[in-house]
C-alpha cells in the first residue's frame, strides 16, 4: 500500500469515525442501518481495486460491526454488518486464488498448528452429520470456515510482508479504542455504575464481557508497540492507548478479563526468568491434581465468600471465587455442569457444533437454577471454550482445543525464547500474552462463534505462525512501518 493511499485510508476512517461518533453520542441509534448502505457500496468498490487496503479496513471495522438483530431482522443468520460479509467474500477470494495459484506457502500448511485447525473442522464435519440439529451445526461450521479462512489463512499470506502484521494490530486497535471511547463517555453519564457496564456497550458489543475480552487482549501487544516504536510522537499514542485500554477494561467490570490480564502478567514473569515450558506444564498439571487433592477444602473456603459482583469495584473482585450466592458465578457453574451432563450423555460425537443452547435446559437441576435460569435457549451457550465443545463435539472435541493451546504456548514460548532479533521478540511477546488473556478467559466465556474476537483469536495465531515461518531473523530496521 502506497503513502498516499495509507493517507487516504486514515483520512476515510477518521471521517467515518467522526460520524459514527456524533451519530450515537447524539442517540441517532435509527440512522444506523441507513449508514450501512453507502459504505457497503464503497467497500464493495474498493474490493476490486485495492482489496488490501480493504482487508484491513474491515479488520478496523469489526468493532464497529453490529449484528443483525440488534437492527430489527430476526429472520436467517445473525449476520455481523458489515464484518462477516467481507469475511465471506474474502475467503472466496482466498479460496479462488489457492486453487489457481497456490497462494499458501507450504510450511503454513505443514505447521502443526496449521495441522491441527484442519483436524478441528474436520472433526466438526463429522460432528455436524451426527448432530441433534444438523441445520445449526452446519450454520455454525460454516460461520466458523469464513472466520478461520479470513483471519487465519488469508492473513498468514498477507503476514509475508512483516509490516502487515503492524497494520493487522493498528487497525483493530483504533476500532477498539474509538469504541471504548464511546463507551466511556456514554457510561460517564451513568455515573460509571457497575450495572450499567452489562449493556452499555451495544450495539457494538452484545455483552460486556466480550467487550472486556477484547479490550484485554490487546493490552500486551499495544504495550509492545510502545516498546519498539521509535517515532516520538506515536510513542505518545501509544501510552495514551494502552492507558485507555487500561481503563477502559476496569470500566467493563467484566472479571474474566482482569484474571486475564493476571495470567498475561504471570506468564511475562516466567518469560523473563527462561522457565522452560516443559517445566511448566509439568509443574501446571501438578498444581490441578493438588487442586482436585483438597477440592472438599476449597469448595469449602469459597462457601464462605458472600461478596456480590453487584458491588463496587472491589468487592466486584473478591466475588470472583464467590459461588454462595453471586447470580453469574452460580449461573456459570450451572452451565458447565450442564455441558458435562450433556457430555455423558453422548461422550464421543455430542450433539453437535452450535446446539448448545438448544439442548442443555432438560440437563438442568433445579437446586442449581438461579434467578437468570432460562429453560428458552436465549440465555447463550456454555460460557466455556473448553466445556461447549466438549458437551458439542464430545471428548475429542475437548482434546483438540487443547492440543491447539499447548501448541500456541509452545510455539509462544519457542519464540520468546528462541529470536534473538530484540524487536521482533518483543511483538511476538505481546501477541503471545494477548493470546493468553484469551485462553485464560476462556475458562469463564466463549466468543469464537463472533467476528469480534474470532478475527483477533485466529489474526493472532497467525501472527505467530508467520513469525516462526518467515520472520526469525527478520531486519526490523527495514520493515519498521514508523
Known sequence: MSIKKEILLFLIIAAFLTAEAYILLNKYTWFIPYNLLPLGLLILTGIFYFTEWVIFFMVFITPFAI??????????????????PLM????????????????????????????????????????????????V?????????????????????????????????????????????ITIIQH???NFHHKIADWIVTPFYNDHTAYGAALALFLPPTVALFMIEKN????????????????????????????????????????????????????????????????????????????????????????????????????????????????????????????????????????????????????????SEYLGPLAEEGLPGLLIVFILLLSVFSLGYSLCYNITHKPTKIIATGIFLGLVTYFVHGFFNNFLDTDKLSLPFWGFIAILVSIYSYHQNNNYEKNNPS
Request: hydrophobic fraction near 50%; proline fraction near 2%; aromatic fraction near 14%.
Open 67 to 84: 449484528g443483525l438483530r440488534e437492527m430489527g431482522i430476526t429472520q436467517g443468520m445473525d449476520l455481523s454488518i458489515p464484518t462477516e
Open 232 to 383: 516520538l510522537l506515536k510513542k505518545v499514542i501509544l501510552i495514551c492507548l494502552s492507558l485507555l485500554l487500561i481503563i477502559a477494561t476496569i470500566l467493563s467490570f467484566a472479571r474474566a478479563a482482569w484474571i486475564g490480564i493476571i495470567a498475561a502478567l504471570l506468564v511475562l514473569i516466567t518469560l523473563l526468568l527462561k522457565i522452560k515450558f516443559r517445566t511448566l506444564l509439568i509443574s501446571f498439571i501438578s498444581i490441578i491434581v493438588i487442586i482436585f487433592s483438597f477440592s472438599e477444602e476449597l469448595l469449602i473456603l469459597m462457601g464462605k465468600n458472600k461478596t456480590d459482583s453487584e458491588g463496587s469495584f472491589y468487592e466486584n473482585i473478591v466475588s470472583t471465587y464467590n459461588i454462595q450466592n453471586d447470580a453469574s458465578n452460580l449461573e456459570r457453574i450451572n452451565r458447565w455442569n450442564c455441558a458435562i451432563r450433556m457430555f455423558l450423555d453422548k461422550p464421543i460425537f455430542g450433539f453437535g457444533p452450535g446446539t448448545y443452547q438448544f439442548f442443555y435446559a432438560p440437563y438442568q437441576i433445579s437446586r442449581e437454577k438461579t434467578i437468570i435460569s432460562t429453560n428458552f435457549g436465549t440465555g447463550g451457550n456454555a460460557h
Open 88 to 135: 465471506i467474500i474474502f475467503s472466496g477470494i482466498y479460496l479462488i486464488n489457492e486453487w489457481l495459484k497456490g497462494i499458501t506457502p507450504k510450511q503454513i500448511f505443514k505447521h502443526p498448528i496449521t495441522q491441527i485447525i484442519f483436524i478441528q473442522l474436520l472433526w466438526m464435519f463429522i460432528t455436524t452429520l451426527t448432530s441433534q440439529d444438523i441445520i
Open 137 to 181: 451445526s452446519l450454520k455454525y461450521l460454516t460461520a466458523r470456515l469464513w472466520f478461520i479462512l479470513s483471519s487465519y489463512f488469508l492473513m498468514t499470506y498477507l503476514f509475508q510482508d512483516f509490516k502487515n502484521i503492524f497494520k493487522f494490530i493498528w487497525m483493530y486497535l483504533i476500532g477498539l479504542s474509538a469504541v471504548a471511547i
Open 188 to 190: 460517564a453519564e451513568y
